[in-house]
């Protein structure tokens, strides 16, 4: 069965840093491009980030470009992500997505 989890969330202030990890299993984490997707208290599902399958190609979310950076160690079967200069604005519910499914979830909370 297909397994995300997501770990490393946390509190922070404005300003600060945090990296986000996501332990994958069940299947072929290497082959697939893989995303992170956020959750902002009392809203919707916000798109994040996206990696190829080599690491090579990543996209991202005007709100977060410049300051959010994606990368994988397919060796580890594990996708991260690093979150700098965080604002109000990003605090939510990260999540790692693998096509229509997605783990349990790491909360950030940037607050001072």
């Known amino acids: 069965a297909v397994q995300l989890v997501e770990s490393g969330g946390g509190l922070v202030q404005p300003g600060g840093s945090l990296r986000l990890s996501c332990a994958a299993s069940g299947f072929p984490f290497s082959s697939n491009v893989m995303n992170w997707v956020r959750q902002a208290p009392g809203k919707g599902l916000e798109w994040v980030s996206r990696?190829?399958?080599?690491?090579?190609?990543?996209a991202y979310a005007d709100s977060v470009k410049g300051r959010f950076t994606v990368s994988r160690d397919n060796a580890k079967n594990t996708l991260y992500l690093q979150l700098n200069s965080l604002k109000t604005e990003d605090t939510g519910v990260y999540y790692c997505a693998y096509a229509t499914m997605r783990g349990q979830g790491t909360q950030v909370t940037v607050s001072s």
């Open positions: 990696i190829d399958s080599s690491g090579g190609i990543t």
